[in-house]
T-cell receptor
Framework: NAGVTQTPKFQVLKTGQSMTLQCAQD?????MSWYRQDPGMGLRLIHY???????DQGEVPNGYNVSRSTTEDFPLRLLSAAPSQTSVYFC?????????????FGQGTRLTVV | SQQGEEDPQALSIQEGENATMNCSYK?????LQWYRQNSGRGLVHLIL?????REKHSGRLRVTLDTSKKSSSLLITASRAADTASYFC????????????FGKGTRLSVIA
């Protein structure tokens, strides 16, 4: 099992560009989430999904879109990149209904917006 | 913000000493978890303590939970240089169907 896979690992965008951060998990987990990590701020929740076809906003959703068409994939779209979105992005999955409440994390995507 | 708070923000100790990190949170929880993050890497789950437990051990890790004070502590005994990392607490809210809420983390440096 690969666990949670995020691509790309690094990305540089110009202000105003759009892009999609990919996240895939092969553990058949129901829950998937996107967090961003900034110095001194810990991890803040952007969007999450409790199952295919269901998404909801977290603490800092503005400027990001998500969709969950399959159990495995949960892409994060930046609509028009801004320097304030420079951060490290982490995707995580879990499956509380099977007693798996701990989160499994990808290795992160380091995004710089110039 | 629902974020918890870890204390201290940074901790530097000598190899062999014990390291204690504290976490405070705001809402009622099902469980509290601790994670470790090595520089530039994803978070790795260390230990989970349920709301009806007061103390839990795993190897050199000891976690306590006080739900009346909404606080937890993580003790790493006989620390090693390899324990150098950031440590985060995360709460599983009792409200249900919501992801874990993470604190801001404690940066631990263990000096050989």
């Amino acid at each position: 099992n690969a666990g949670v896979t995020q691509t790309p690992k690094f990305q540089v965008l110009k202000t105003g560009q759009s892009m999609t951060l990919q996240c895939a998990q092969d553990m058949n987990h129901e829950y998937m989430s996107w967090y961003r990590q900034d110095p001194g701020m810990g991890l803040r929740l952007i969007h999450y999904s409790v199952g295919a076809g269901i998404t909801d906003q977290g603490e800092v959703p503005n400027g990001y879109n998500v969709s969950r068409s399959t159990t495995e994939d949960f892409p994060l779209r930046l609509l028009s990149a801004a320097p304030s979105q420079t951060s490290v992005y982490f995707c995580a999955s879990s499956h509380p209904k099977r007693g798996i409440t701990e989160a499994f994390f990808g290795q992160g995507t380091r995004l710089t917006v110039v | 913000s629902q974020q918890g708070e870890e204390d201290p923000q940074a901790l530097s100790i000598q190899e062999g000493e014990n390291a204690t990190m504290n976490c405070s949170y705001k809402t009622s929880i099902n469980n509290l978890q601790w994670y470790r993050q090595n520089s530039g890497r994803g978070l790795v789950h260390l230990i989970l303590i349920r709301s009806n437990e007061r103390e839990k051990h795993s190897g050199r890790l000891r976690v306590t939970l006080d739900t009346s004070k909404k606080s937890s502590s993580l003790l790493i005994t006989a620390s090693r240089a390899a324990d150098t990392a950031s440590y985060f607490c995360a709460t599983d809210p009792i409200s249900g169907n919501t992801p874990l809420v993470f604190g801001k983390g404690t940066r631990l440096s263990v000096i050989a």
